[in-house]
């Protein structure tokens, strides 16, 4: 088992930045891919980001792609979702998702592919 705390969320201005942080614990040797994911509210889950076992690969929506990034501490089990050029389209509750398939290099963007979620934390950007 493995559990999953968001942190970092709060209010931001647009153009603003943000860092969430993502800190797993239990039985983290068993973590792959790590990823967060976010929902508006009226809307679907979707894919923001994610990061394989050793960091060398990241994917990232369209969305996001230029202003996020996506670093992980594998010493400290933690997961970073660094968001830059804040706009109010970003607003939504972000959750961290960890995945314990076996593959080094897997960064997965389906919901489905991730056996842990954290409890989210609020991110609103004001316009």
């Known amino acids: 088992q493995v559990h999953l705390v968001e942190s970092g969320g709060g209010l931001v201005q647009a153009g603003g930045s943000l860092r969430l942080s993502c800190v797993a614990s239990?039985?983290?040797?068993?973590?792959?891919?790590m990823g967060w994911f976010r929902q508006a509210p009226g809307k679907e889950r979707e894919f923001v980001a994610a990061?394989?076992?050793?960091?060398?690969?990241?994917n990232f929506a369209d969305s996001v792609e230029g202003r996020f990034t996506i670093s992980r501490d594998n010493a400290k089990a933690t997961v970073y979702l660094q968001m830059n050029s804040l706009k109010p389209e970003d607003t939504a509750e972000y959750y961290c998702?960890?995945?314990?398939?076996?593959?080094?290099?897997?960064?997965?963007?389906?919901?489905?592919?991730?056996?842990?979620w954290g409890q989210g934390t609020q991110v609103t950007v004001s316009s």
């Open positions: 239990g039985r983290t040797e068993t973590i792959y891919a």
């Open positions: 990061i394989s076992r050793s960091g060398r690969r990241t």
């Open positions: 998702a960890v995945d314990t398939f076996p593959a080094s290099e897997y960064v997965p963007e389906e919901e489905n592919k991730y056996k842990y």
